[in-house]
């Protein structure tokens, strides 16, 4: 941990502006200093995110609507293979399945 301390107090005395390195300290009160520029950030990130968000959840209505519509396309195939096999139980559960879609 002393050497987090030297690091930092040596930074701190030559306010080196090339320098790369970060530790927590640093960290801590670049934050402690720097709250609107932190709350800044933070709130573009979750800006772009939201955005994504969004998009990600339109994207999934979509894609329910084509399996829903994918059901009702495909019954018609489902029941004529079914009725033609003499496997009403199967056509049954067919219609079953679709049938909320349906509605």
């Given amino acids: 941990m002393a050497g987090w301390m030297d690091h930092y107090a040596l930074r701190s005395i030559d306010d080196d502006a090339s320098a790369t390195l970060l530790c927590p300290l640093d960290l801590f009160v670049c934050a402690d200093q720097c709250p609107d520029s932190v709350a800044e950030r933070s709130n573009a990130v979750n800006s ?56």
């Fill in 48 to 103: 772009k995110l939201q955005r994504r968000r969004d998009h990600i959840e339109e994207l999934n209505r979509v894609r329910s609507l084509l399996r829903k519509l994918q059901v009702v396309f495909d019954l018609p195939k489902k029941l004529r293979a079914a009725i033609d096999e003499d496997a009403l139980e199967i056509a049954v559960d067919d219609y079953s399945a679709a049938a909320p879609v349906l509605k």
